[in-house]
């Protein structure tokens, strides 16, 4: 690829790093409680009828001191959410946490990135989690209530056509626009073929109920850190830690093995190979006082199965000087990896750290913002000027990075985010019109092949709730692509009970644009959020009442059937640990029976989190 370059602490030792047995049998053991408290106990006597407390689970989080505030995207993390959710008292419904409450603003520059030169210190990029409309409960008098119910079934049985009560795929209702007929997509996610739901790995269990597996303690920092990164082997958990990633006994959770790096790691690919290689960007050297944020220039390939470092190299700009380059986000696709950002991009052989491309001059002033990975490669392409930007999709040779074919954006895009390679699927908010910090207003359907468009599929960010970062290119969540469909849940809404949100996952049809016939519901109380595809079928978390456990579900991709493969204790300790790893804020895993929840971004605890028990991540078995 030819793109010309944009001019664009270490923690307290001891804690993380060194091995930690957890306490026998986790938090959720029945045990005798111990002196932190943290163990299951006798329930409390209800409190007396009051306002929820503010700071709980998903309650709005203050900017990070020094760092100004700006629109919640899906790319910088906001500081994650400290305490357990308050319990609400009898006859009173509770707080709707985490996902739908206003989330607040995290660190970094609004709009685009200004202009820097080489080798300015600047904040590495952070993952960041926008938030969504407040979803705040409602509390109905028992007439009010009996009146809203009637009129929720009157609309449900008149309004077939409404997203929550979809039942055919013969939708109307200007879901799909610009619909071409060019080309085919094809080349979804496949699955095993070990006798899994609808062809996948995954089976369910002859037990569903889970237990804690083991709690990873929260490193001790000083300043908000990076810590995302979390990989299923086939032999060990690993997850990002302070300076190190580090492997864990995946039932037990003990320290296998450490692999030691020069400075903080800023970005991490979800993609592995099939013998458990993937890539990172990390800083070169430890955070002091006087240099508090290093470039983060250092590009790097991990060994998860031997655990080790196979090469790690940094590259400059074929024009610009000797400073090397700086990169907000990495990914892998076959042998080789790329990485991207405000100075252009450059990819590397996955074996050998040969490179394979890296930003050269370019009179129309392009460049390629960053990558999406997995079975293909392609790139968000930005030429132009800074108040008129032209987006470009483009699909790439892996190998060379020349690109196969190109789909010009439409005006008023000035970022987009790949959802999926193959098919190749983008999301975008076109003229900032989402309004809902989701980055999503538009999905675009392309054939990678040719470059057509196939469809523009319009998201209204009243009805779905999937997210996309605003300034990264490979960060959406909540959403799946495969069976020519893309799944992406419903905003919560109110439920069936007396009080609680709950919400769908529905499915359009990348060809047509339309709805497909069916949903699959969350039940009164949760929500439904895709983790990924598992052959034909979508892997879901659902996330809790205040009362419950999370749950894992496998959902057929044509039927929406779902089955139950795993589901959390309701102990009052257990889930206040699981309530601190929102879906919106947190890496979720899932794979043969095992569950991971971890932080992305922790920081100094709050005043008010002292005497609680925090953690970088939990597990969670059956059987």
């Known amino acids: 690829m030819t793109q010309p370059p944009q001019p664009s602490n270490e923690p307290p030792q001891g804690g993380f790093g060194a091995p930690q047995d957890p306490p026998p049998g986790g938090f959720g053991a029945q045990t005798p409680p111990p002196a932190d408290g943290f163990s299951k106990q006798p329930p409390p006597a209800p409190p007396a009828p009051q306002a929820p407390t503010p700071g709980g689970y998903g309650t709005p989080q203050a900017p990070q001191p020094g760092m100004p505030p700006q629109n919640p995207g899906y790319g910088y993390p906001q500081a994650p959410p400290q305490g357990p959710p308050q319990t609400p008292p009898p006859g009173a419904p509770p707080a709707q946490a985490g996902y739908g409450l206003p989330q607040g603003p995290p660190p970094g520059q609004p709009g685009m990135h200004p202009q820097q030169g080489y080798g300015y210190p600047t904040a590495p990029m952070q993952p960041q989690y926008p938030g969504g409309p407040a979803g705040n409960a409602k509390k109905f008098s028992t007439q009010t209530q009996i009146i809203v119910a009637a ?20 939708d109307d209702s200007g879901q799909g626009t610009e619909a071409s007929s060019a080309g085919t997509s094809g080349g979804e996610n496949k699955g095993g073929e070990d006798g899994g739901l609808a062809g996948g790995d995954e089976k369910a269990p002859a037990n569903t109920k889970s237990a804690v597996g083991f709690q990873l303690p929260k490193p001790k920092v000083t300043d908000v850190t990076t810590v995302a990164g979390s990989w299923i082997t086939d032999k060990a958990y690993v997850k990002t830690g302070i300076h190190e ?19 903080q790691l800023c970005a991490a690919t979800k993609h592995m190979t099939k013998d458990f290689k993937t890539a990172i960007a990390f800083e070169p050297g430890k955070r002091t006082n006087t240099a508090k944020y290093q470039d983060c220039n250092q590009v790097g390939v991990l060994d998860l199965d031997t655990g080790s470092l196979k090469w790690n190299k940094q590259v400059t700009a074929a024009t610009g000087g000797d400073e090397p380059l700086s990169f907000d986000e990495i990914t892998l696709s076959g042998t080789t990896v790329a990485a991207g950002g405000t100075d252009g991009g450059a ?55 020349a690109p196969v074919s190109s789909y010009k954006m439409p005006a008023g895009v000035e970022y987009a985010s790949i959802v999926s390679t193959k098919p190749l699927v983008v999301a975008a908010d076109v003229g900032d019109t989402a309004g809902d910090g989701s980055g999503i207003s538009d999905f675009f359907s392309i054939d990678a092949a040719t ?44 439920g069936g009970g007396e009080y609680g949100d709950t919400n769908e996952i529905v499915a359009f049809d990348l060809t047509t644009g339309k709805l497909v016939g069916g949903k699959a519901d969350a039940g009164d109380r949760y929500t439904l959020k895709p983790l990924r595809m598992d052959g034909t079928s979508v892997i879901a978390y659902k996330e809790p009442p205040y009362d419950k456990g999370g749950q894992i579900v496998s959902i057929d991709g044509a039927t929406f059937k779902e089955t139950l493969l795993m589901e959390n204790p309701g102990d009052e300790a257990v889930r206040d640990a699981e309530s601190m790893f929102s879906g919106d804020h947190s890496e979720v895993l899932y794979s043969k029976g095992r569950l991971y929840m971890s932080e992305v971004l922790i920081s100094e605890p709050r005043g008010s989190s002292l005497d609680e028990k925090e953690y970088l991540a939990v597990a969670f078995n059956v059987g």
Request: net charge negative; charged share 20%.
């Open 245 to 263: 990633v580090v492997a864990y006994d995946p039932v037990k959770g003990t320290k296998l093995w450490s692999i030691p790096l020069p400075g």
């Open 451 to 494: 470059g057509k468009l196939l469809v523009r599929i319009s998201a209204d960010a009243d009805k779905y709730a999937a997210r996309c970062a605003s300034t990264e290119v490979e960060t959406c969540r909540h959403l799946a692509v495969g069976n020519n469909r893309l799944y992406v849940p419903t905003e919560e809404h109110e």
């Open 347 to 401: 990819a590397f052989n996955l074996e050998t750290g040969a490179e394979l491309w890296k930003p050269t001059a370019d009179a129309d002033g392009c460049y390629d913002m960053g990558y999406g990975g997995g079975e293909a490669l392609a790139t968000i392409r930005k030429c132009g000027t800074y108040d008129n930007p032209q987006l470009t999709v483009q699909a790439l040779n892996p190998t060379t990075g």
């Open 151 to 170: 009129a929720a079934a009157v609309v449900l049985i008149i309004g077939a056509g409404v997203v929550y009560s979809v039942t055919s795929g013969d």
